[in-house]
């Protein structure tokens, strides 16, 4: 029902990892000129300092625009079977395009993030290592795949849980112990489950009964708007619950910022169970157990701009 986090990178088909693309992406990662204001970078959103992800219930971007949706952690973001709430992006490459061009992130496109790019030679140079033959290695598809090779050592291993799953049975206190019981035996691990304890499959959100319009919006209807069928009204993707107790606030709404209200609401919304105080406890104290081993990132230097660089875009056009 669970595995633990790797130690190690997973493989990417059709991405190898090699060094020069995994620099190069780190770079591109912190890059703020890939937004048109320069002040938006992938990090913005999903700081590697703060859980992957930015303390937000929904996101700032361009023009000072709220996003429509919490942003997810980037932290073993290369585990989900697909990306976003809604799964729209397959994988980590396709993702990495969409902010980039949305109006209300980064508001940039392909064009002009290919100009910027090609307007500093030690871009230029450092994609020629990381993409070797190709005859114009700078394209925007790069940028998303040296981007994903990147986002894939992301990962957080040898959290307690990890630990307990390779036999280390010390690893758990019986409290914890007791809230892993609950989280498999209450139908939790049913959605929540494999390396992520999540972020597999999709499930409606309010399965026994919906939450109020502050934590379920009614003009956000999830999945639906990917694939148009009636049934995926309100359907999202179950939440990865790794490192959990870094991410708050909670849902795609962001609305709830304890995670014991959160496991409160989950058990009414999901299970049709209303958990004992000492339950939700217990099952907190499980859920403190995914957080990991975070990576250290040292912050990159970039190349400075040039004559060539478009200009930035002032964030109130």
């Avoid at 690893?171 to 209450?186: C, R, T």
Wanted: glycine share 8%.
């Amino acid at each position: 029902m669970f595995s633990a986090v790797p130690k190690y990178p997973p493989v990417i088909d059709g991405n190898e990892l090699t060094q020069a693309k995994v620099e190069l992406g780190k770079m591109l990662f912190f890059e703020p000129r890939l937004s048109s204001s320069h002040l938006i970078s992938c990090n913005t959103c999903h700081n590697v300092g703060m859980g992957g992800h930015d303390y937000l219930p929904t996101s700032i971007g361009h023009g000072w625009q709220k996003g429509p949706r919490n942003s997810p952690t980037v932290f073993n973001a290369v585990f989900n079977a697909a990306q976003f709430w809604d799964g729209r992006a397959a994988d980590l490459a396709e993702q990495a395009k969409g902010p980039v061009q949305a109006g209300v992130e980064m508001s940039s496109t392909p064009q002009r993030v290919v100009a910027t790019l090609k307007s500093m030679p030690e871009y230029v140079s450092k994609f020629e290592d990381a993409f070797p033959g190709q005859n114009d290695p700078v394209t925007f598809d790069n940028m998303a795949t040296a981007i994903e090779a990147f986002e894939a050592t992301l990962i957080t291993p040898d959290a307690p849980f990890d630990r307990f799953l390779r036999g280390d049975t010390a690893a758990l206190s019986d409290h914890e112990q007791e809230g892993l019981a609950l989280f498999m035996d209450k139908g939790c691990a049913s959605c929540h489950s494999g390396v992520n304890l999540g972020g597999q499959n999709y499930f409606p959100f309010g399965l026994v009964t919906k939450p109020g319009a502050e934590i379920l919006p009614e003009g956000d209807k999830g999945r639906f708007a990917v694939t148009a069928t009636a049934s995926d009204e309100y359907v999202f993707r179950a939440a990865p619950l790794r490192n959990i107790e870094l991410t708050a606030p909670y849902f795609h709404s962001g609305a709830v910022w304890s995670l014991e209200e959160a496991v409160a609401v989950m058990g009414t919304a999901q299970l049709g169970a209303e958990l004992a105080g000492d339950e939700v406890d217990a099952i907190v104290a499980f859920l403190k157990t995914l957080t990991g081993k975070v990576p250290e990132i040292k912050y990159p230097e970039l190349p400075p701009s040039t004559d060539g660089t478009p200009r930035p875009v002032s964030m109130t056009q």
